[in-house]
């Protein structure tokens, strides 16, 4: 059974930079696409970015130009860098497929202060 184990996660000040990953327990290169959302305390889980099996990425419009997801299929592994951190970034962030595939993660919390 695939696991996900999120990372990266800390206290940054707004416009600081942080960098995550998702360690996929089995291979990721089998995996057609993958992704990264976030839950903020009270709001629904959402949909921040996500990557195809051939590199093409996709970004929800609160995110595109600050953050960037990638994967490294050699160490199952995908990543999101983001940049620019704005307080309404604040967040649980875990990784999955586009269809949600697999169980839910422990997630990483990221908090941006102002």
């Known amino acids: 059974q695939v696991q996900l184990v999120e990372s990266g996660g800390g206290l940054v000040q707004a416009g600081g930079s942080l960098r995550l990953s998702c360690v996929v327990s089995g291979a990721i290169r089998s995996i057609n696409g993958m992704a990264w959302y976030r839950q903020a305390p009270g709001k629904q889980r959402e949909l921040v970015a996500a990557i195809t099996s051939g590199g093409s990425t996709n970004y929800a419009d609160s995110v595109k130009g600050r953050f960037t997801i990638s994967r490294d299929n050699a160490k199952n592994t995908v990543y999101l860098q983001m940049n620019s951190l704005k307080p309404e970034d604040t967040a649980v962030y875990y990784c999955?497929?586009?269809?949600?595939?697999?169980?839910w993660g422990q997630g990483t919390q990221v908090t941006v202060s102002s």
């Open positions: 999955n497929t586009p269809w949600i595939n697999f169980s």
